[in-house]
């Protein structure tokens, strides 16, 4: 399919506005997913973000549509909505070109969407600004759409209404992304090359790493031998696919296309956000933006029983290999043995990969109390 026929686009929202729900509708109204398979929050792929209610693991999707008898490809990639994981929101902003500004009629604009939405911005991605909840008796539509309008510097007309719970306005959302979100282009057209962006993976026991890109530039096909840039890992392309939702192998992926690679690495450390694949042969220079994640809160983790020590580096080790921002070295305690001090992107963080190492690995933990550096200044 042509350039053209592709929107890449994304959802900025505040923690609960309705970003998942929305998505649901989306999906439904594609004919993504049959009515009888869909069920709540579908991209939410991690149990404790149904709990919860809140999306921490990016789950993209390619939705195909037809308008006026022409058939467009549109590929969603769901964004966390917390601050932890503003370095995440940034590199998938830059797999697309277009974003979906979403607030809630009944709350107003919210503080993290101010952080993401100045991101999307400066990446000069199209903002459509959508209100959700609007079927709430609590809805201040009139008024919302005014706060909305003066933070956009647009007219309150041009700020579409939709509600997930009814799916009102949801048909009129996908055409003006169709009318609005500009088709990807490619930067260097060489059908020769490859390149492509690294804006999330996980970790499969068969697999390895499976990396989620957005092919920047050319082309990939299965056996490619392929390289990342910042890493200088080789390796070879094992599969290649799409998401509609569940991954679904291709023959290829080709610019403008948002799919994934199975790379077959089963070493942590080598996958990270941000990260430029390109052919070994072939190879383009890397896109900029990458950074390697700094932790900002440090906190000790030790197991209750010490003869779950063993059992406690496997699993950090497991979940590093799906989550480059973890970083942890060993320690001892008098008091508490052996442990690890673990260094993290936030509270949120903390408390995800706790559950996580509870939950997954069956561990018993004693978590101390969070500490971050900080400098003081004396007045003399």
């Known amino acids: 399919m042509s350039l053209n026929n ?20 989306i999906l ?10 869909m ?3 579908v991209l939410d792929t991690m149990e404790l973000e149904r709990e919860r209610g809140i999306t921490n693991k990016m789950q993209p999707v390619r939705m195909e549509h037809e308008v006026n008898d022409k058939k467009y490809i549109l590929n969603l990639i769901d964004t966390p909505g917390h601050i932890d994981f503003s370095y995440e929101v940034s590199r998938a902003l830059r797999a697309v070109e277009g974003s979906i500004l979403l607030v809630d009629s009944t709350q107003g604009i919210q503080a993290q969407t101010f952080t993401t939405l100045d991101m999307a911005q400066e990446l000069g991605l199209t903002i459509i600004p959508v209100l959700s909840k609007v079927d709430s008796p609590l809805a201040r539509i009139d008024e919302v759409k005014l706060e909305v309008a003066n933070l956009l510097d647009c007219s309150p007309d041009d700020i579409l209404e939709a509600s ?3 799916g009102q306005g949801v048909e009129e959302l996908i055409h003006e992304i169709i009318k609005k979100v500009p088709p990807p282009e490619e930067e260097i057209p060489d059908s020769n090359s490859f390149r492509s962006l690294v804006f999330d993976f996980e970790y499969s026991t068969h697999k390895g790493v499976i990396v989620y890109v957005r092919v920047m530039d050319g082309k990939i096909s299965k056996n490619d031998s392929l390289v990342f840039q910042a890493a200088k890992e080789k390796f070879s392309a094992l599969e290649v696919g799409t998401f509609s939702p569940e991954a679904t192998q291709r023959d290829a992926l080709s610019a403008g296309e948002i799919g994934y690679i199975v ?3 089963k070493k942590p450390g080598i996958a990270s956000v941000g990260d430029t694949i390109t052919l070994v042969k072939n190879s ?11 932790p900002v809160v440090w906190a000790s983790i030790y197991p209750e029983s010490q003869d779950d020590f063993s059992d406690l580096k496997l699993a950090l080790d497991r979940l590093s290999l799906s989550d480059s921002s973890l970083s942890y070295e060993e320690e001892s305690s008098g008091a508490l043995g052996r442990g690890f001090r673990c260094g993290l992107l936030g509270m949120l963080h903390l408390e995800i990969i706790t559950e996580r190492l509870t939950r997954e690995f069956n561990l018993d933990l004693i978590v101390t109390t969070p500490s971050i550096t900080y400098k003081v200044v004396y007045k003399n």
């Open 6 to 25: 592709i929107r890449n686009f994304s959802i900025i929202a505040h923690i609960d506005h309705g970003k998942s729900t929305l998505a649901d509708r």
């Open 28 to 37: 439904e109204a594609t004919q993504t997913i049959e009515k009888r398979k």
């Open 39 to 41: 069920k709540d929050q």
């Open 164 to 166: 997930g719970k009814t």
């Open 263 to 265: 790379t077959g690495i």
């Open 284 to 294: 383009l220079p890397a896109l900029p933006g990458y950074m390697k994640p700094k």
